[in-house]
Protein backbone atom coordinates (compact mmCIF):
# COMPACT_ATOMS: atom_id res chain seq x y z
CA UNK A 1 0.00 0.00 0.00
CA UNK A 2 1.16 3.12 -0.90
CA UNK A 3 1.58 6.39 1.86
CA UNK A 4 -0.44 9.01 1.74
CA UNK A 5 1.31 10.98 3.98
CA UNK A 6 4.91 11.87 4.21
CA UNK A 7 7.18 13.49 6.32
CA UNK A 8 10.36 15.31 5.59
CA UNK A 9 12.89 16.22 8.17
CA UNK A 10 15.55 18.89 7.57
CA UNK A 11 18.36 20.14 9.17
CA UNK A 12 19.23 22.90 5.84
CA UNK A 13 21.91 21.38 5.02
CA UNK A 14 22.90 20.19 0.82
CA UNK A 15 22.21 16.54 2.01
CA UNK A 16 18.53 17.87 3.18
CA UNK A 17 18.10 20.02 -0.23
CA UNK A 18 19.01 17.51 -2.19
CA UNK A 19 16.49 14.49 -0.28
CA UNK A 20 13.92 17.72 0.15
CA UNK A 21 13.88 16.87 -3.56
CA UNK A 22 13.51 13.39 -3.74
CA UNK A 23 10.75 13.28 -1.28
CA UNK A 24 9.20 15.75 -3.42
CA UNK A 25 8.97 13.24 -6.31
CA UNK A 26 8.00 10.50 -4.39
CA UNK A 27 4.84 12.76 -2.71
CA UNK A 28 4.14 13.63 -6.06
CA UNK A 29 4.58 9.77 -7.73
CA UNK A 30 2.22 8.78 -5.06
CA UNK A 31 0.05 11.76 -4.95
CA UNK A 32 0.96 11.82 -1.39
CA UNK A 33 0.68 14.72 1.40
CA UNK A 34 4.30 16.12 2.64
CA UNK A 35 5.02 17.48 6.02
CA UNK A 36 8.14 19.46 6.07
CA UNK A 37 9.76 19.32 9.81
CA UNK A 38 12.92 20.76 11.75
CA UNK A 39 13.49 19.80 15.19
CA UNK A 40 14.19 23.24 17.40
CA UNK A 41 16.30 23.71 19.85
CA UNK A 42 14.56 26.41 21.74
CA UNK A 43 11.70 26.05 23.70
CA UNK A 44 7.98 26.38 23.50
CA UNK A 45 5.96 28.90 24.97
CA UNK A 46 3.50 27.59 27.57
CA UNK A 47 -0.07 26.47 25.83
CA UNK A 48 -2.12 30.09 25.77
CA UNK A 49 0.41 32.51 25.71
CA UNK A 50 0.44 35.19 22.49
CA UNK A 51 1.78 34.55 19.29
CA UNK A 52 3.17 38.31 20.16
CA UNK A 53 4.99 36.90 23.25
CA UNK A 54 6.93 34.22 20.87
CA UNK A 55 10.89 34.42 20.85
CA UNK A 56 12.54 36.34 18.40
CA UNK A 57 14.74 33.28 18.00
CA UNK A 58 11.72 30.66 17.18
CA UNK A 59 9.91 33.51 14.86
CA UNK A 60 13.16 33.44 12.90
CA UNK A 61 13.32 29.34 13.10
CA UNK A 62 9.81 29.32 11.62
CA UNK A 63 10.62 31.52 8.99
CA UNK A 64 13.73 29.59 7.94
CA UNK A 65 11.22 26.59 7.99
CA UNK A 66 8.46 27.97 5.76
CA UNK A 67 11.25 29.07 3.27
CA UNK A 68 11.95 25.56 2.77
CA UNK A 69 10.01 24.77 -0.36
CA UNK A 70 10.09 22.20 -3.01
CA UNK A 71 10.45 22.80 -6.30
CA UNK A 72 7.09 23.34 -8.59
CA UNK A 73 3.45 24.21 -7.46
CA UNK A 74 1.79 21.28 -7.96
CA UNK A 75 2.57 19.56 -4.61
CA UNK A 76 0.43 19.86 -1.09
CA UNK A 77 2.83 20.17 1.54
CA UNK A 78 2.99 22.44 5.15
CA UNK A 79 5.58 23.27 7.29
CA UNK A 80 6.08 21.84 11.34
CA UNK A 81 8.14 23.31 13.84
CA UNK A 82 9.22 20.82 16.04
CA UNK A 83 9.70 21.60 19.88
CA UNK A 84 12.04 18.99 22.26
CA UNK A 85 9.96 18.27 25.49
CA UNK A 86 10.97 21.12 28.40
CA UNK A 87 12.57 18.22 30.33
CA UNK A 88 14.91 17.07 27.39
CA UNK A 89 18.20 18.19 28.37
CA UNK A 90 19.90 17.58 25.18
CA UNK A 91 17.89 18.26 21.96
CA UNK A 92 17.38 14.56 20.10
CA UNK A 93 15.97 15.42 16.80
CA UNK A 94 15.55 11.42 15.59
CA UNK A 95 13.13 11.14 18.88
CA UNK A 96 11.14 14.39 18.33
CA UNK A 97 10.87 13.26 14.44
CA UNK A 98 9.92 9.74 15.55
CA UNK A 99 7.22 10.89 18.44
CA UNK A 100 5.60 13.78 15.61
CA UNK A 101 5.44 10.74 13.05
CA UNK A 102 3.44 8.78 15.58
CA UNK A 103 1.55 11.47 16.80
CA UNK A 104 0.29 12.16 13.37
CA UNK A 105 0.14 8.43 11.60
CA UNK A 106 3.16 9.23 9.14
CA UNK A 107 3.58 6.39 7.32
CA UNK A 108 6.81 7.27 5.86
CA UNK A 109 9.84 9.46 6.51
CA UNK A 110 12.02 10.70 4.33
CA UNK A 111 15.88 12.33 5.20
CA UNK A 112 18.81 13.19 4.13
CA UNK A 113 21.99 11.34 5.18
CA UNK A 114 24.81 13.14 5.84
CA UNK A 115 27.72 10.26 4.68
CA UNK A 116 29.61 10.50 7.78
CA UNK A 117 32.18 8.10 9.07
CA UNK A 118 34.72 7.52 11.85
CA UNK A 119 35.30 9.91 14.64
CA UNK A 120 32.97 12.70 12.58
CA UNK A 121 29.93 10.07 12.93
CA UNK A 122 30.86 8.96 16.49
CA UNK A 123 30.79 12.00 17.63
CA UNK A 124 27.62 13.99 15.31
CA UNK A 125 25.83 10.81 15.54
CA UNK A 126 23.41 10.17 12.69
CA UNK A 127 19.60 11.01 13.06
CA UNK A 128 19.22 9.41 9.80
CA UNK A 129 20.89 6.20 11.57
CA UNK A 130 18.37 6.38 14.35
CA UNK A 131 15.03 7.21 12.58
CA UNK A 132 15.74 3.46 10.53
CA UNK A 133 16.54 1.87 13.82
CA UNK A 134 13.22 3.30 16.18
CA UNK A 135 10.77 4.50 13.77
CA UNK A 136 7.49 2.50 13.64
CA UNK A 137 7.31 3.38 10.07
CA UNK A 138 9.45 2.90 6.57
CA UNK A 139 12.28 5.32 6.38
CA UNK A 140 14.25 6.69 3.23
CA UNK A 141 17.29 7.48 3.40
CA UNK A 142 18.65 9.45 0.94
CA UNK A 143 22.61 10.68 0.43
CA UNK A 144 23.96 13.59 -1.23
CA UNK A 145 25.65 12.67 -4.55
CA UNK A 146 28.90 12.57 -4.72
CA UNK A 147 30.97 15.98 -5.04
CA UNK A 148 28.75 17.63 -3.27
CA UNK A 149 29.32 18.93 0.44
CA UNK A 150 26.35 17.38 2.69
CA UNK A 151 27.20 19.44 5.38
CA UNK A 152 27.22 22.92 3.99
CA UNK A 153 24.00 25.03 5.24
CA UNK A 154 21.75 26.39 2.54
Same mark, same amino acid.
Given at each position: ?24 ? *?????? +??? #???? /???? $???? %?? =?? /??? /? ?5 ? $? ?8 ? &? ?7 ? $???? +? ?5 ? %? ?5 ? #? ?11 ? /????? &??? *?? &? ?6 ? =? =? ?24
Amino acid at each position: MAPRTLLFATDYTAASDFALEYAAA *LARDLG +ARL #IIVH /VSEH $ELLP %VG =ES /VDQ /VPAPCRE $ELSRLQAVKP &RGSDLHYEH $ELLF +AEPTCQN %VDPAREI #IRFADRTGVEAIV /VGAHG &RTG *LS &RVLCGSVA =E =ELVRHAHCPVVTVRCPRGGSPDETA
